[in-house]
């Protein structure tokens, strides 16, 4: 498996697997295939997991510590989110970023997961009632005292993301990416390249959408992220799944199905760029995995960029509600 940097110390493998939707936002998940799937993704050389606290409430990070039983702990890189915040029927109540908040969901986090450390720490969204020189001096502290090895942040724009580097290294920012999802080419990218930090892109399927797999007759259990998300709607999935048909005849040529041609291209965006794959199940990483072998040529990109150049996609990334919570989509004072 080949390597890639994530901030100044930290060595990563160059895809990293995603863990949500063994617990959440997809409809429900099978247990068994899901940990056979983490240790299928760690067999293949698979380093990174990512998880989150508030993923299926605790579930994820329970479902991690079955999964990494026998494993020598060093193995797996846990990237953990935290602070967002739920009700008993998985209801979204906001987020926490104080200090106080941050080392009781680390204590809790910790607990669940069976370990005395976690490797990358990152609030899920910015806090705006919280400074994030707070947030992540909290984690700074958690760093200093051994439960934490680095920082981490996510879906934080420009000046949030220099303001925490100056408080501590920031190791990665986890943020959307993908050839339907380009928004942080603008000033996010250079930013984080200008600091050295690295960038764990998750979306790179769009959620499924741009797996080749997905169709709009596919039904969608009660609580499916996907019922809410703009580009799965009618009157958008229509057009989106045109690109998908556009990118599958491209994949074809290549003796290739979609995803792993969509993954291919996240990763020739630069070494600074690790995909998280959202595989449940292994034929499905299997796939993704696929991905680390294709050559993609100044040709191949030139028909992928025609055939889904930046903003095509019909609808936005996430339901205006949500929306509304990306620190990544404000725009920073020297733009306004
Ligand atoms: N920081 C944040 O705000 C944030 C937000 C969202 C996610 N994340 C992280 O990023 C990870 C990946 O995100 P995502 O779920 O949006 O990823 P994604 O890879 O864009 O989409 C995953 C969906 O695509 C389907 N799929 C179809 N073919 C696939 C293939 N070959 N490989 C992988 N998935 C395939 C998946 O499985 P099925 O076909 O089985 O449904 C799943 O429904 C999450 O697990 C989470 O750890 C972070």
Redesign the pocket.
């Known amino acids: 498996m080949i390597t890639r940097p994530l901030g100044s110390s930290l060595q990563v493998s160059a895809l990293g697997l ?4 063994m617990s959440d ?2 409809g429900p998940a099978d247990r068994t295939e899901s940990i056979a799937t983490v240790h299928a993704a760690l067999d293949a050389g698979i380093t990174l997991l ?3 606290d508030f993923y299926g409430m605790g579930h994820n990070e329970l479902l991690l510590r079955e999964a990494l039983q026998g494993r020598a702990r060093e193995k797996a890189l846990l990237s953990v ?1 935290f602070g967002a915040m739920r009700d008993p029927a998985g209801g979204w109540v906001g987020f926490d970023g104080r200090p106080a908040a941050v080392k009781n969901f680390l204590t809790y986090s910790l607990r669940r997961l069976g370990t005395d450390y976690v490797d990358i720490y990152r609030i ?1 969204r910015v806090d705006p009632t919280v400074p994030i020189e707070d947030t992540v001096g909290a984690i700074a502290d958690m760093i200093k005292a051994g439960y934490v090895r680095h920082v981490g942040l ?2 934080a724009g420009a000046e949030t993301i220099r303001r925490a580097h100056a408080v501590h290294p920031v190791a990665d920012l ?3 990416y ?1 050839l339907l999802s380009r928004g942080i080419e603008a000033e996010i990218l250079p930013t984080t390249r200008a600091l050295g930090i690295g960038i764990t892109a ?7 959408l741009i ?3 997905w169709n709009k007759e596919q039904a969608m259990a009660p609580g499916d992220f996907r019922a809410f998300s703009p580009r799965f709607q009618a009157g958008n999935i229509d057009h989106n799944l045109t690109l998908v048909e556009a990118l599958r005849g491209i994949a074809q040529e290549k003796g290739l199905t979609v ?1 792993p041609i969509a993954i291919a291209w996240v990763l020739s965006r630069g070494q600074d760029i690790v995909p ?6 292994r034929d ?2 299997t ?2 995995l696929q991905s680390l072998d294709v050559q993609l040529t100044p040709d191949d990109l030139a028909r992928i960029e025609r055939a889904v150049p930046p903003g095509a996609a019909a609808g936005d990334r996430y339901h205006a509600s949500m929306m509304a919570h990306l620190d990544s989509e404000r725009r920073s004072a020297h733009q306004a």
């Open positions: 995603g863990c949500m939707g936002m997809y990512d998880t989150g989110k899920a996510s879906e986890q943020i959307e993908s998750y979306g790179v399927l769009s959620r499924g797996s080749g797999h995803a998280l794959v959202g595989a449940r199940r499905r990483l796939e993704a």
